[in-house]
């Protein structure tokens, strides 16, 4: 038992003799050192960008007044196909 400790705290007080000596010193200016490879935080980024959008012009001309679709005037609403047919009607039967 007593040898084994002996050579444990033996081991212990060498190791960092041996650990010391394989690093460079770092007030040599000449000493090599591992070259240092850093990966950009950027690295596979993709920008985000929207698809194809309309320009202004088409959108203005979408929505100007003189420009409907529905054949509606400004003021009148759109008459819905049910009402033409058959008046004003409430309830479940239908004509």
């Known amino acids: 038992m007593r040898t084994i400790s002996a050579a444990l705290i033996g081991a212990g007080a060498v190791l960092p003799l041996l650990a010391h000596a394989a690093l460079p010193d770092p007030t040599d200016a000449g000493a090599s050192v591992p070259a240092v490879t850093v990966q950009s935080a950027f690295d596979g980024y993709k920008s985000w960008q929207d698809g194809e959008t309309p320009g202004w ?3 203005n001309r979408a929505v100007a007044p003189g420009q409907r679709k ?3 005037k400004h003021g009148q609403q759109a008459e819905s196909p049910q009402e033409g047919k058959g008046g004003h009607e409430h309830g479940g039967e239908s004509k």
């Open 57 to 59: 012009q088409q959108l």
């Open 70 to 72: 529905t054949g509606t």
